[in-house]
């Protein structure tokens, strides 16, 4: 069936880069997104890939997407005390826009 | 400017009693969506909606209800059959491949 899992915690030091894994299992998913939720907020959406790139960037995300095995990532790079929060992962997957979400991964930047 | 606003932001609930959630959108998007989230879980889908005077279930819509009679607007009842209620709950639209717009979140606490 339908799943997306995630790493549930990383820490990185201020000024780092930081990399954020996903797999999912749906192989016929068109669309991968990623979104950053802070404390007591709804979800914002940072960045989404076609399942046709391998790679997309902007400005400091990094998106990279291995079809074959069923792998995206994120990477920040320069990482701030701002980009702490929950990072998820979304597959679209079904005919009805349907998005499922992995558990989200903590992401605690120190100094 | 255009968004989906949820409200009220925190909601108390006595054992036995209906609430209801509203969420409202002004972005002329055809599908809207309910998510319940508990700490360290990912996003649970409880209903959807994807036109008018439709909606389905999501993956745990036992004791919620939904109607979806406008298109701005998809209100979630959470019943007194929903044994339990105590989580964050997020609304969401979408026109389709750009990905969801999310609500702020209702925090919903039985006292």
């Known amino acids: 069936g339908e799943d997306v899992e995630q790493s549930l915690f990383l820490s990185v030091r201020e000024g780092d880069s930081s990399v954020i894994n996903c797999t999912y299992t749906?192989?016929?998913?068109?669309?991968l997104y990623w979104y950053k939720q802070e404390p007591g907020a709804g979800l914002q959406l940072l960045t989404y890939i076609f399942s046709n790139m391998d790679m997309k960037q902007d400005q400091r995300l990094t998106v990279l997407l291995n079809k074959k095995d069923k792998h995206l990532s994120l990477r920040i790079a320069d990482t701030q005390t701002g980009d702490s929060a929950i990072y998820f992962c979304?597959?679209?997957?079904?005919?009805?826009?349907?998005?499922?979400f992995g558990a989200g991964t903590r992401l605690a930047v120190h100094p | 400017d255009g968004g989906i606003t949820q409200s009220p932001k925190y909601l108390f609930r006595k054992e036995g009693q209906n609430v209801t959630l509203s969420c409202e959108q002004n972005l002329n998007h055809d599908a809207m969506y309910w998510y319940r989230q508990d700490p360290g879980q990912g996003l649970r889908l409880i209903y959807y909606?994807?036109?008018?005077?439709?909606?389905q279930k999501g993956d745990i819509a036992e004791g919620y209800s939904v109607s979806r009679e406008k298109k701005e607007s998809f209100p979630l009842t959470v019943t007194s059959a929903q044994k339990n209620p105590t989580a964050f709950y997020l609304c969401a639209s979408t026109l389709g491949t750009s990905g969801y717009t999310f609500g702020s979140g209702t925090r919903l606490t039985v006292v």
């Open positions: 749906d192989s016929s998913s068109t669309y």
């Open positions: 979304a597959e679209k997957s079904g005919g009805y826009n349907k998005l499922i």
């Open positions: 909606s994807q036109i008018v005077n439709d909606f």
